[in-house]
């Protein structure tokens, strides 16, 4: 098959490379442990929100983040009625949304920061198929494992590549339209849950990523998953991106579900609005036995009709992408 599809990437790809490493309670174990990345005064202002949490015990999954992202929701909407003359937040509540801000996005940065990289085994056919097929990708997670070897390979080199993600000099949606020619020949990379790399409107790149430094104007979703909707809706570059996202499922032949949990409920139901596509699902076969994981992706993807579940035991020994898709009989 060389017909464009959308990949979806999530968490297993880092995963699969090193399960220690790349897990959600790893990063949040480092940035709670790490002074020079979250100060004692932050922290003690983020253990207001989240009872059962110390100096010791940090947070272990986007779950107990929940009455943390109430607080700084609750902080910003207030934010957004007062003035200079009714100011409605005192400085500990504003200090609340910095000291949160900047511990996701270190959360988040610490997944750059692995120094690991994909093998060519599983890059290499990867990287062919987007360039043949014109594929899009879209990335759950935040490290830069597809990311770097994507800019060194010249997929994505602005639109002399295939994949374009709105970033020129900056963030603007007009740098994700393509006409004419280009509607055919370039495809999206999108960030669905945000990158620490993008900060206001700008995108770090090069060697400033090693000197990035967490910010209140981040587009990083680490929350639980019934507020993600909402944290998505707050970014221009996010929101903007699950627009495309939703375009990028249109134009597609198939749908390429790859490391991913499937327990991002706001993610299931924009690609269940085109499950009569041909939808392939490549997980860890320790995700499940078969017939219930291919029962869950199912009901997930509201009784999509033409599913195709691949378990591997490893999931970057995957990689015959252009026919993944069983031809019909």
Known sequence: MSDRATIIFGNG????????????????????????????????LI??????????????????????????????????????EAPWLNENSREIVAAFKKFIHQTSHYFHRSGKQLPD?????????????????????????????????????????????????EFSPKNLDR???????????L????????????KCGGASRDFLEAEEECHVVLT?????PSVIQTSDILSEYWK????????????????????????NEVIAKHGHKDIAVIEWEG?????ERLNFWKISFDDAPSLTLIQKKNILEFNYWATVIPPPF
């Open 13 to 44: 790809l880092g995963m699969a490379l090193d399960p220690d490493y790349f897990q959600l309670k790893s990063a949040l174990y480092s940035v709670w442990n790490d002074s020079d990345l979250l100060s004692k005064d932050q922290k003690k």
């Open 179 to 189: 006409y004419g020619t280009k509607q055919t020949n370039l495809s999206w990379f």
């Open 191 to 202: 960030h669905l849950h945000g990158s620490p790399l993008f900060v206001g409107n700008k």
């Open 47 to 84: 253990q207001t929100a989240l009872p059962g949490t110390s100096d010791e015990v940090y947070p272990e999954s986007e779950d107990q983040l929940n009455e943390l992202q109430v607080a700084i929701f609750a902080s910003e909407l207030l934010k957004a009625y007062e003035t200079e």
């Open 287 to 291: 995700s499940g036995n078969y017939e």
């Open 244 to 267: 495309r996202f939703d375009r990028a499922l249109s134009e597609s032949e198939s749908i390429i579900v790859f490391g991913y949990s499937g327990l991002d409920t706001h993610l």
């Open 121 to 169: 085994g599983f890059l290499d056919p990867l990287v062919e198929f987007i360039k043949t097929s014109k594929s899009h990708v879209a990335l759950l997670n935040y490290d830069n494992l597809l990311y770097d070897p994507l800019l060194r390979t010249k997929v994505m080199d602005g639109y002399s590549g295939t994949l374009i993600d709105g970033f020129l000099d």
């Open 224 to 228: 639980h998953v019934t507020h993600k």
